[in-house]
Structures are given as structure tokens and as C-alpha cells.
């Protein structure tokens, strides 16, 4: 059961969101919402909110984030009340995964070793909506370890263009090969 509460919240979340006619707002405060999960000790202020109740925890998430949707407020201090606060990195991608399916939308990561610009983004946006003809949401990622190059995710799959891939596949035929 416990193994899919993720989904069903996220599908909760979505509904009641609709139903608000702010499921995009909310997308756009989860997607927000997720980068700052990345900083450990944000998650873990996060987390101590989970100590209180549950109308101290609204008041205290309507301070932090100024602005935010009633609906995702409330469901904020839903999930942290209940301690279900492990499981909310889960439901921020199912709701974007089941929201991008509803919306027809390709949901696209890209990976480059440095940032790149704001124009730079924008082209890259303008391409695949082209290249893939239709609706594409990318989220941009910085990893140095692949050198240079590119590394494109869409749902599970990788196609990677980073020199970090290909130094890989010399070194694997590298020693593959027999030497007299």
C-alpha cells in the first residue's frame, strides 16, 4: 500500500489543484519546491515542521513561501502532520509525470558540464519542440563530471553526447582488443 500512497497523493494533488484551476501554478511551485529539496539543510527545516501541528504548520508554510497556492499549502501541511514528508520528492515527480501525460506534454531533462545561458535554453527549448513536433517541458541540470557534450533524458531513456560517453567507449574497446 505504502508503495504507491506517492501516486495517490500526487493524483489527489492534481485533482484538487484542477479543480482550483491552479494545477499549473502548483507545477510550477513543485518544480521550485524540488530544487530547494536539493539543499539539505532546507529539507531538513522541512522536516522539522512535521513536529508541529497542523495549523502551525500552514502558518509557519505561508510565511516561508510567500505567495504559494492554497492548494498546495494545504497539502503541504497535510503530508508534513502526517509525517509523510519521505514520500514528497516521489509525489512531486508523479504529479509532473501524470499532469505531462494528461497535457500531452514530453517531459525532457538535459545534462551539460556548465550552465548555459538564458539564450542558449530558450534555442534548445525551440528545438526539440520542433524536432519532437509538439509540447516539451526541459528542465536543465549541470553535472562537470561528463566533461562537455550533452546528456538528454526522456522518461528512462539516455542518450548521452558527453565526451565523459565516449571516453568510456574508447577505453571499453581499448581493452577489448588483443595485442601481440
Same mark, same amino acid.
Do not use: C, W
Given at each position: 500500500?505504502?508503495?504507491?500512497?506517492?501516486?495517490?497523493?500526487?493524483? $489527489?494533488?492534481?485533482?484538487?489543484? =484542477?479543480?482550483?484551476?491552479?494545477?499549473?501554478?502548483?507545477?510550477? %511551485?513543485?518544480?521550485?519546491? =524540488? /530544487?530547494?529539496?536539493?539543499?539539505?539543510?532546507? +529539507?531538513?527545516h522541512?522536516? #522539522?515542521? !512535521?513536529?508541529g501541528?497542523? %495549523?502551525?504548520?500552514?502558518? &509557519?508554510?505561508? /510565511?516561508?513561501?510567500?505567495?504559494?497556492?492554497?492548494? @498546495?499549502?494545504?497539502? @503541504? #501541511?497535510?503530508?508534513?502532520?502526517?509525517?509523510?514528508?519521505?514520500?514528497?520528492?516521489?509525489? &512531486?515527480?508523479?504529479?509532473?509525470?501524470?499532469?505531462? %501525460? /494528461?497535457?500531452?506534454?514530453?517531459?525532457?531533462? &538535459?545534462?551539460?558540464? +556548465?550552465?548555459?545561458?538564458?539564450? =542558449?535554453?530558450?534555442? #534548445?527549448?525551440?528545438?526539440? =519542440? $520542433?524536432?519532437?513536433?509538439? /509540447?516539451?517541458?526541459?528542465?536543465?541540470?549541470?553535472?562537470?563530471?561528463?566533461?562537455?557534450?550533452?546528456? &538528454?533524458?526522456?522518461? !528512462? $531513456?539516455?542518450?548521452d553526447? !558527453?565526451?565523459r560517453?565516449?571516453?568510456?567507449?574508447?577505453?571499453?574497446?581499448?581493452?577489448?582488443? $588483443?595485442?601481440?
Amino acid at each position: 500500500m505504502r508503495q504507491n500512497l506517492h501516486i495517490q497523493l500526487a493524483r $489527489t494533488l492534481l485533482r484538487s489543484a =484542477e479543480a482550483h484551476k491552479q494545477d499549473d501554478m502548483v507545477l510550477d %511551485e513543485l518544480v521550485g519546491i =524540488e /530544487k530547494l529539496l536539493k539543499d539539505d539543510e532546507f +529539507r531538513r527545516h522541512l522536516h #522539522a515542521l !512535521s513536529r508541529g501541528d497542523i %495549523e502551525t504548520i500552514q502558518s &509557519i508554510l505561508q /510565511k516561508a513561501f510567500e505567495g504559494i497556492s492554497d492548494v @498546495l499549502l494545504r497539502f @503541504l #501541511a497535510f503530508i508534513l502532520s502526517h509525517r509523510l514528508f519521505s514520500l514528497f520528492p516521489s509525489v &512531486i515527480r508523479s504529479y509532473k509525470k501524470t499532469y505531462f %501525460e /494528461k497535457h500531452g506534454i514530453r517531459d525532457i531533462r &538535459i545534462v551539460t558540464a +556548465r550552465e548555459l545561458s538564458s539564450d =542558449e535554453k530558450k534555442k #534548445a527549448s525551440s528545438q526539440f =519542440e $520542433t524536432l519532437l513536433s509538439g /509540447k516539451t517541458y526541459l528542465t536543465f541540470d549541470i553535472d562537470s563530471d561528463i566533461i562537455a557534450g550533452i546528456q &538528454i533524458f526522456e522518461n !528512462s $531513456t539516455l542518450t548521452d553526447y !558527453s565526451s565523459r560517453a565516449l571516453l568510456m567507449k574508447i577505453r571499453k574497446e581499448l581493452s577489448l582488443r $588483443t595485442y601481440p
